[in-house]
């Protein structure tokens, strides 16, 4: 999905993300990371190439960047990336106790598998995280699963077809059993 680069397009890949990984039955939990990282990634991206004042005039938005997130389903992870406009790889900041911003890259580096960041083609830099959609094993965790299913056995006995009954006395009783079922279906519903 294409977005401005402008403040209000973290929030907007927010629902992106928590739409797209709803609709793939992805579990809350990752979701919510997803999200997370999707807000950081995004908010970096705004203040490398977009407009991150709020109170921006009209006339600031002619050349305005573009930032584009994708979400790749795999068996057990989610790839998520996010690319924008300027060529300048990721850097981590130093991190001080008491400043409030600029943990975005710490938060990603800590809450996915991995992550790395590449340029495309088209120019720019695309920066990415892969997050695992299994469940953390906890501790009770410990019966290992067969390396080989089971199999039934082939049935080596006598092959006998199985009678067919016409007896028009227990197709009578059945049809009676049948219909008395949909009157009291029928005395639920008055």
């Known amino acids: 999905m294409t977005f401005a680069s402008l403040l209000t397009a ?23 990371t997803a999200e997370l990282l999707a807000s950081e990634l995004v908010a970096n991206a705004v203040k490398s190439t977009g407009i991150a004042d709020p109170g921006l005039a009209y006339s600031a938005l002619k050349h305005l960047a573009l930032i584009q997130v994708r979400l790749l389903l795999f068996e057990h992870s989610v790839v998520l990336e996010v690319w924008d406009t300027d060529p300048t790889p990721p850097f981590m900041q130093e991190q001080a106790p ?3 911003g600029s943990r975005g890259l710490l938060l990603v580096t800590t809450m996915n598998r991995r992550w790395n960041y590449y340029h495309p083609k088209s120019g720019g830099k695309a920066v990415w995280c892969e997050i695992d959609t299994l469940p953390w094993p906890t501790d009770s965790d410990t019966t290992e699963l067969p390396r080989v299913l089971p199999r039934r056995k082939r049935y080596a006995g006598p092959y006998r077809p199985t009678e067919v009954t016409r007896d028009p006395e227990l197709l009578r009783r059945v049809l009676e059993g049948l219909h008395a079922l949909d009157d009291v279906e029928e005395q639920k519903g008055d």
């Open 10 to 32: 973290v929030g907007c890949a927010r629902l992106f993300v928590k739409h797209a990984l709803h609709n793939w039955r992805i579990e809350r939990e990752h979701i919510e």
């Open 98 to 100: 008491d400043t409030d």
